[in-house]
């Protein structure tokens, strides 16, 4: 055991850390600390991967352990896990736990929370998984270029009691922007891209192929998991011929329910789960098609049925997922906060449109110049962040119930994603959302306005980010202080 090696005087102070930020909130159970953790290791390195079909030249990536996306990591809600990170790339790197709660110096954000991992450098991560659900691991060093170059994967916490299911799936979906000769464009942070949707591909992935092949049985049930790996491409998935059912969003068991206008509308870094049930006949053959873009739709995955079905009728079993332990936030008691985002190609407009008062840093030719120059041109609450520790643009008094209130002044898409919590959405354009659903991204149209609201329970410094890398890189981020 690892704390069994330690001095007791280090043991004292790393104890004593852990214990200042989980103690006040009563998160992370004494019990599961105490237990043994799962082990794994994680190894970043330079590798080749097989995007493209057969005929063309495999791809140089940057890969964890090796693989398209990177070993998925399963564990059970409770557990404790240790996970041993290496760096064989020739920079520096970190590893950040996408969407789950767990103690700040855990985070795997660069200078925020840890050194970055030097090359040949090890870092331990350890933390209890909390929630079950569907997450995912990322660098958040330089994530538009590292992220993009295939360092992504999956980590799934299973419920002590899952729903019933056939098959348990996971779909790791990314774009690759690919040449002839199988390599990446090496155009990242590409000012087009940043000042507009961001690097989206040329090619489609899931799971590291061009496509996703399953072989499926009538009336089986799947549980599907899909995550968006990708630095800036939205899918909205259309399952033809099928009723996917949305059980859980962003990790977080939502009310089972069918998408709006039957879309899975999945923005960079989100995840959803389905329950998919295998409707179609014996022999028969279905598509999953992506539609988020008018040009350029594409099938993502063919599903071919076998030519017996599993049973006689479609699975009646419930679908509905056991709540993880987020505290509810007080609505009546909340405070109030508002956060605007601002900048981008036509930001003026959006501004108009809105009927807004423009932020000083854009509010002239030479303010405009002067973004453009620096490449920082997102603003959030007027300000364009500038590396990992820019001083904390809004506060949050720890323990508190909080509504945040964000307003895209902008033309574009953005999926705004906070560290350390997850939040319920419970407003979009002022109109109450259905499911007031808990996620930790959340997708904000172009002028939307949207609230968010959640109990600040977990202390320290916290990125606060547009997940489309290239944005997040052009100043898409800040720092929120919950203390
Ligand atoms: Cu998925 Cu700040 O990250
Ligand atoms: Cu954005």
Redesign the pocket.
């Known amino acids: 055991m690892q704390q069994n090696a330690l001095t007791r005087r280090s043991f004292v102070k790393a104890g004593a850390a852990i214990a200042a930020t989980t103690a006040a909130s009563g998160l992370w159970p004494a019990s599961a600390r105490a237990s043994a953790a799962r082990e794994f290791t994680l190894r970043a390195a330079p590798s080749k991967s097989q995007l493209l079909p057969a005929q063309y030249p495999a791809t140089p990536v940057w890969s964890y352990n090796g693989s398209i996306p990177g070993q998925e990591i399963r564990v059970r809600q409770g557990e404790r896990l240790r996970v041993t990170f290496e760096n064989a790339l020739a920079e520096d790197t970190t590893v950040?736990w996408?969407?789950i709660r767990l103690p700040h110096a855990m985070d795997g954000?660069p200078y925020l929370t840890q050194p970055p991992v030097r090359p040949g450098g090890k870092f331990v991560y350890e933390f209890d998984a909390v929630d079950a659900g569907t997450f995912?691991y990322?660098p958040?060093q330089k994530?538009y270029e590292q992220?993009d170059s295939g360092l992504a994967g999956a980590l799934i916490i299973e419920e002590k009691k899952p729903p019933r299911a056939d098959r348990d799936i996971t779909w790791v979906m990314d774009d690759w922007r690919l040449q002839r000769d199988g390599t990446m464009r090496a155009d990242f942070g590409h000012m087009g891209d940043v000042s507009h949707g961001g690097r989206i591909g040329n090619f489609i992935t899931v799971n590291g192929a061009d496509m996703a092949r399953l072989k499926a049985r009538s009336n089986e049930r799947i549980r599907l998991r899909l995550v968006n790996a990708a630095n800036a491409r939205i899918f909205a998935l259309e399952f033809a011929g099928l009723e996917p059912m949305v059980i859980a969003i962003d990790g977080q068991p939502v009310t089972p329910h069918r998408p709006d206008d039957g879309r899975i509308v999945i923005a960079p870094?989100m995840r959803v789960d389905l329950m998919l049930d295998m409707t179609g006949k014996p022999g028969s053959r279905t598509v999953v098609t992506d539609k988020f873009y008018r040009r350029g739709q594409q099938r993502i995955a063919e599903i071919d049925y076998a030519p017996k079905p599993l049973r006689g009728s479609r699975p009646d079993w419930p679908m509905n997922l056991p709540p993880n332990p987020i505290p509810e936030p007080d609505m009546k008691l909340a405070e109030r906060h508002r956060i605007d985002f601002h900048g981008g190609m036509m930001a003026g407009m959006a501004v108009q449109r809105l009927g807004l008062e423009m932020p000083a840093a854009m509010n002239s030719r030479q303010g405009m110049m002067r973004m453009m120059q620096s490449g920082k041109i997102w603003l959030v609450n007027g300000k364009a962040a500038d590396g990992y520790t820019p001083e904390p643009f809004l506060k949050l008094a720890h323990n508190r119930s909080h509504i945040i209130e964000m307003v895209n002044a902008t033309a574009w898409h953005h999926p705004i994603?906070l560290?350390g919590h997850s939040f319920r959405v419970i407003s979009r354009n002022g109109k109450p959302t259905r499911h007031r659903e808990w996620q930790d991204?959340v997708l904000m149209n172009p002028l939307e306005k949207v609230e968010i609201a959640f109990v600040a329970d977990n202390p320290g410094k916290w990125?606060f980010?547009c997940?489309i890398l290239e944005h997040?890189a052009g100043g898409m981020?800040g720092v929120v202080e919950v203390a």
Do not use: T
């Open positions: 950040h996408h969407g954000v995912w990322h958040h994530s992220v870094s994603h560290h991204s990125m980010h997940h997040q981020m």
